[in-house]
Antibody, heavy 121, light 109 residues
Framework: QITLKESGPTLVKPTQTLTLTCTFS??????????VGWIRQPPGKALEWLAL???????RYSPSLESRLTITKDTSKNQVVLTMTNMDPVDTATYYC?????????????WGQGTLVTVSS | QSALTQPASVSGSPGQSITISCTGT?????????VSWYQQHPGKAPKLMIF???NRPSGVSNRFSGSKSGNTASLTISGLQADDEADYYC?????????FGTGTKVTVL
C-alpha cells in the first residue's frame, strides 16, 4: 500500500525559505521508473506542478519557479524534500507530494493529504 | 508553459453524460505527451481517473473515459452520479515536466 505524507511549517514569513518533507511508504525511490513530485494549490485555485525527482536522481522544475526550487531525496529514509526560497504571500497554498511511475506514464497516481502553508508577516 | 484551458463549469442531470475539454498547444499535446485526468472533491487530494489519454487505473469506474484529438483532450463521464460532483483537472506530461489545466467544476443537477 502506497502512502505519502507532507510535513513542514504551516506559517512562514515573507522572504523566508520554505522546507517541506514528503515521507512515503509502500515503494522505493530507487526502483527504476519511480518518481516523486510536488504540486501546490492556492485556496480556491487550480493545481500547479512544481518539481519532480526521478529514481536515478534526475530532477525537473517548473520553468516559472526553477530559480527558487530545490528538490532532493533521501532513499534510505524514504523522504523527498522541497525547498522554496524567497516566499511571498502569493505562495500561500496547499502543497502536495505525489508518486508516479512509468506504469502510469508519469501521471500522479498516489497523493499525500496535502499541507497548507500560509505566507504572512 | 501556460495552464491548459478547461471550461470553468459543466453540469448535467443524474444518468446523463457530460464531456470536459482540455485544450493545449502542440508543445502540450504533441509527440511523446501523456494526458491524465484528476477528480478532486472539496478538501481532498486529487485522485487519478485517467492516464495516457484513455487508460483507467485499477478501481476507477468505466463510466469515466478519455480521448484526444489534435490539441484537445476530453474526459467523458457517463451515467452521471451525485458523487461525480467535484472539480476535474487535466494534466499533460512531456519531457519530464507537467502542466495542469485550469480546472472544471462539475455540478450534478
Amino acid at each position: 500500500q502506497i502512502t505519502l505524507k507532507e510535513s513542514g511549517p504551516t506559517l512562514v514569513k515573507p522572504t523566508q525559505t520554505l522546507t517541506l518533507t514528503c515521507t512515503f511508504s509502500g515503494f522505493s525511490l530507487s526502483t527504476t521508473g519511480v518518481t516523486v513530485g510536488w504540486i501546490r494549490q492556492p485556496p480556491g485555485k487550480a493545481l500547479e506542478w512544481l518539481a519532480l525527482i526521478y529514481w536515478d536522481g534526475d530532477k525537473r522544475y517548473s520553468p516559472s519557479l526553477e530559480s527558487r526550487l530545490t528538490i532532493t531525496k533521501d532513499t534510505s529514509k524514504n523522504q523527498v524534500v522541497l525547498t522554496m526560497t524567497n516566499m511571498d504571500p502569493v505562495d500561500t497554498a496547499t502543497y502536495y507530494c505525489a508518486h508516479s511511475d512509468s506504469i502510469v506514464d508519469y501521471a500522479q497516481d498516489y497523493w499525500g493529504q496535502g499541507t497548507l502553508v500560509t505566507v504572512s508577516s | 508553459q501556460s495552464a491548459l484551458t478547461q471550461p470553468a463549469s459543466v453540469s448535467g442531470s443524474p444518468g446523463q453524460s457530460i464531456t470536459i475539454s482540455c485544450t493545449g498547444t502542440n508543445i502540450d499535446f504533441g509527440g511523446y505527451t501523456y494526458v491524465s485526468w484528476y477528480q478532486q472533491h472539496p478538501g481532498k487530494a486529487p485522485k487519478l481517473m485517467i492516464f495516457d489519454v484513455s487508460n483507467r487505473p485499477s478501481g476507477v469506474s468505466n463510466r469515466f473515459s478519455g480521448s484526444k484529438s489534435g490539441n484537445t483532450a476530453s474526459l467523458t463521464i457517463s451515467g452521471l452520479q451525485a458523487d461525480d460532483e467535484a472539480d476535474y483537472y487535466c494534466g499533460s506530461y512531456t519531457s519530464g515536466s507537467t502542466v495542469f489545466g485550469t480546472g472544471t467544476k462539475v455540478t450534478v443537477l
